[in-house]
């Protein structure tokens, strides 16, 4: 594997998933296989989960790890072809990604949307910009429209959890006092895609994730209809895709509570983290219900290691 932005770059989600259950089982077995290699972490936006789970991935395979802060530590980054860098860029990624190259065996981005020009995030300039300008694999902890990283975990949990062969998972939106892009749920839905589930969406109308994503699912503007006897809840909130990054609805009546859990099937709750409680989901939910937030959290490390396992056996085959 020579880079990992997509979930789709998994060639077999369940043996992918098979996998990382055994990582889990022995993290440190394969400590040899990143000796004498550098992963570096470049963030351009916040992060607690993907930093520290792809930190301690990479420390189980033996990998030393460099860390920066580009919001706050290195020169703004200019993406632009043929640009006269005369305002507020300083160094362009020709440059920038080939010098990191230069210094990291494998370098991971995350760089979210900017909820403002959808061609332009669609286009993926920062994470893709990397992939052609680096010599090295590159991984997406995070882009303006994939978490697979997240997804990779989510499935870990599913399988984990599942009472049944093919359950019932539902999608649904909830209210966030801040517009929030689409990357975790079109890699959730990308990734269920590629599972044996019967897989529901609910949303308030206005809410539809990019149509090619969700091409055959089935779409429920009942939040309590699609509730009903389901086996799992993932809940996130994201912003309109027709309308572009707007907020159309703040009501509270979409906010996962204690009660509409009980229209499921003894249903687990799932969610990405960080979550505004009592906004997003209640306190009795998370703190009470059959919650498997952390969980998935743990997860995250194990999807990381995996496919860093995977960039480095193709580095040395």
């Known amino acids: ?47 607690l989960r993907t930093r520290l789970s792809t930190q301690k991935a990479a420390r189980n395979l033996g990998m030393d790890v460099i860390v920066m802060n580009f919001n706050k530590e290195g020169w703004a980054l200019e993406f632009e072809d043929g640009s006269v860098m005369n305002a507020s860029t300083s ?40 992939v052609k300008h680096a010599s090295v694999p590159v991984v ?17 949990t599913l399988e984990e959890q599942k009472k049944v062969q093919k359950p019932k998972v539902v999608l649904s939106w909830a209210p966030h006092p801040k517009a929030l892009p689409h990357a975790v749920a079109n890699s959730f839905v990308e990734m269920i895609k590629m599972t044996e589930a019967e897989f529901v969406i609910t949303h308030p109308q206005g809410y539809e994730l ?42 509270a009546n979409w906010t996962v509570t204690g009660e509409k859990m009980k229209l499921t099937n003894q249903g687990a709750f799932m969610h990405c983290l960080p979550v505004r409680r009592n906004v997003v989901v209640s306190d009795e939910v998370l703190d009470e219900g059959n919650s498997l937030v952390l969980e998935q959290a743990n997860n995250r490390t194990y999807a990381a290691q995996l496919v860093l396992k995977k960039i480095l056996e193709n580095a040395d085959s």
């Open 91 to 130: 160094e362009h990624i020709k440059e920038g990604a080939a010098v990191i190259s230069q210094y990291c065996d494998i370098v991971a981005v995350r760089a979210f949307a900017s909820l403002e020009d959808k061609e332009k995030d669609e286009a993926e300039t920062v994470l893709n910009s990397f």
């Open 140 to 156: 997406n902890m995070e882009s303006a429209t994939a978490h697979p990283l997240q997804a990779l975990a989510d499935a870990i």
């Open 210 to 251: 990019d149509p090619e994503i969700t091409q055959g699912v089935d779409i429920e503007y009942d939040q309590e209809k699609a509730f009903e006897n389901a086996d799992f809840i993932y809940t996130k909130n994201w912003s309109s895709y027709t309308d572009y990054g707007k907020i159309l609805n703040t009501e």
């Open 1 to 47: 594997m020579k880079k990992f932005v997509s979930i789709k770059d998994i060639p077999s989600l369940p043996e992918w998933v098979e996998e990382a259950i055994n990582i889990k089982k022995q993290p440190l077995a394969h400590k040899e296989l990143g000796a004498n290699k550098t992963i570096g972490l470049l963030f351009f936006n916040p992060s």
